[in-house]
């Protein structure tokens, strides 16, 4: 099945690294345009370099900037042009034991992970709707917000609350055809993924529960991001689907992992 992004416009979030990178380089290979947003300019300017430039201009444009800043956001974004694509990417993983949390641990993790998930979609989904056009976005979710997971209380917490905002936006942008949905992956082995789960005995708890046996490559996360995002999907929209090796059983939805 081939996929051409040819002529659009995209926006990933959280675009310096693992995912988010690997989403919008495949993103310019497919033919778009892409706007790239961190808060770390050196992982732009590799990003730039790593993809080859389309003529008349390069096929990635950086913009650097704290998501978590809404003023910050706001005045970054504001000439990005028209977006057609938004991958909401950008998220931190702050893990402590629940009865350690901190307000500004919390607040942080929130902040970024779901505030500003709203924020640039905001943004993205005004211009949508005044075009008239539609389009799409895909909201980078996790297992995590369905299976418990120890010292993930936030972090759970943040894509539980990332999710059903998806549902909530499919609801009310859908009469606009603009789609919304999520991916959510179980772990993948990003230098995030890397943090909660480079121990052996830790990681073994948890492909222990994976049929497939083994955690999710960035490669499957992207294509099922990329699937999302296109025209192949155009009857999908407030679905949360999962990359996860068929770890969720039907009939055991609610447990721990």
């Known amino acids: ?10 926006l990933v979030t959280g675009a310096g690294k693992g995912i988010g990178r690997a989403t919008a380089l495949a993103l310019a290979r497919c033919g778009s345009k892409v706007t790239a947003v961190t808060r770390t300019r050196a992982d732009l300017e590799s990003l730039v370099l790593e993809c080859p430039s389309i003529e008349p201009c390069p096929s990635i444009e950086p913009v650097c900037v704290d998501l978590s800043d809404w003023d910050a956001t706001e005045q970054a974004l504001k000439d990005t042009g028209p977006v057609d694509l938004l991958v909401n990417n950008a998220a931190c993983a702050k893990l402590q034991p629940f009865l350690d949390v901190t ?27 005044s075009r008239g056009c539609g389009g799409s976005i895909v909201n980078v979710s996790s297992q995590a917000s369905q299976c418990a997971l120890k010292d993930h209380a936030v972090y759970c917490a943040t894509k539980g609350a990332l999710d059903m905002l998806t549902r909530v936006m499919a609801l009310e942008l859908g009469p606009y055809q603009i789609r919304v949905n999520s991916v959510n992956p179980t772990v993948v082995m990003t230098e995030m993924g890397k943090i909660g789960w480079s121990d052996p005995g830790k990681a073994r708890s948890m492909t222990s529960r994976i049929p497939l046996g083994r955690f999710a490559e960035v490669e499957d996360v992207v294509n099922s991001i990329l699937f999302l995002l296109s025209d192949k999907s155009s009857m999908t929209s407030g679905a949360l689907l999962t990359v996860d090796g068929a770890s969720w059983p039907a009939e055991n939805l609610l447990r721990t992992c």
């Open 103 to 129: 307000p500004e641990q919390f607040d942080q993790s929130f902040s970024l992970n779901v505030k500003a998930a709203l924020h640039v979609a905001q943004i993205v989904a005004r211009g949508m709707k």
């Open 1 to 10: 099945m081939e996929i051409s992004f040819r002529g659009k416009r995209a």
